[in-house]
């Protein structure tokens, strides 16, 4: 038997968090790309969230890690999306987990960037959302026990680099935004909660947020790092 010193040790570490999940947006195991049953049949477009999108799949709107939408003849923007749902890998993050991501914001007006989560209609927390008319803004939301904040941070503008951190713990989800913890909702998601990851940039129909300006035919947000950590 080991001594008690040791064995506690050795206990502690195992709890420590390991990487696993790191996104490769190239690859086609990890990622399912231009479709999504988080829009009506799978997509490609969602006009009843006030959204132009029209899903491609073509890789040059998402594999790069520079997410894309072009204006197309029928006033749509093919956008790009990345879901894990329906992927070889079928990745889904749990209660516990914590994301770690690295986001370019856009600066077009309409765009509407997202990193979120979602399985079988809902299970979703969105790990940010952004609106340029609303420069400063970040929204950050929990839709599965109905929770939000909308933090004004003046590091948040059109152009910048946002370090982003969530947990999506049990009885609280707390989100980080460069390296400062901004909001922890008291909710959580519960003990036994899964959802797929997404990765998308849409457009704005004009409903909640000004759609793109006449003359804007090209939108861009990036994403240089994505990895879930699990203890």
């Avoid at 370019?104 to 765009?111: D, H, V």
Wanted: glycine letters at 10%; charged letters at 25%; a neutral charge.
């Amino acid at each position: 038997m080991l001594p008690q010193p040791v064995a506690w040790l050795r206990r502690v570490a195992s709890r420590r968090p390991s990487s696993v999940f790191t996104a490769d947006f190239t690859s086609t195991t990890q990622w399912v790309a231009g479709r999504s049953w988080a829009y009506p049949h799978g997509g490609p477009v969602n006009p009843g969230d006030n959204k132009l999108d029209h899903l491609t799949a073509d890789p040059a709107y998402s594999r790069t890690g520079t997410f894309r939408a072009t204006l197309r003849p029928d006033g749509n923007w093919d956008a790009g999306l990345l879901t894990t749902e329906g992927s070889d890998e079928g990745f889904e993050v749990r209660t516990g987990d914590v994301l770690e991501a690295r986001v370019r914001l856009p600066e077009e007006m309409g765009a509407w960037p997202a990193i979120w989560t979602w399985r079988d209609g809902g299970q979703e927390i969105d790990v940010f959302e952004y609106h340029p008319d609303n420069p400063d803004l970040l929204e950050l939301s929990n839709h599965v026990r109905e929770a939000h904040r909308y933090l004004h941070d003046p590091a948040v503008r059109p152009g910048a680099w946002v370090d982003l951190k969530v947990e999506f713990g049990r009885w609280s989800v707390i989100w980080w935004v460069n390296g400062r913890r901004v909001y922890s909702d008291g909710r959580g998601v519960g003990r036994g909660w899964h959802a797929y990851l997404i990765v998308n940039l849409s457009v704005c129909a004009g409903r909640y947020h000004p759609a793109p300006r006449p003359g804007v035919t090209e939108m861009s947000y990036e994403v240089s790092q994505l990895r879930v950590q699990r203890a």
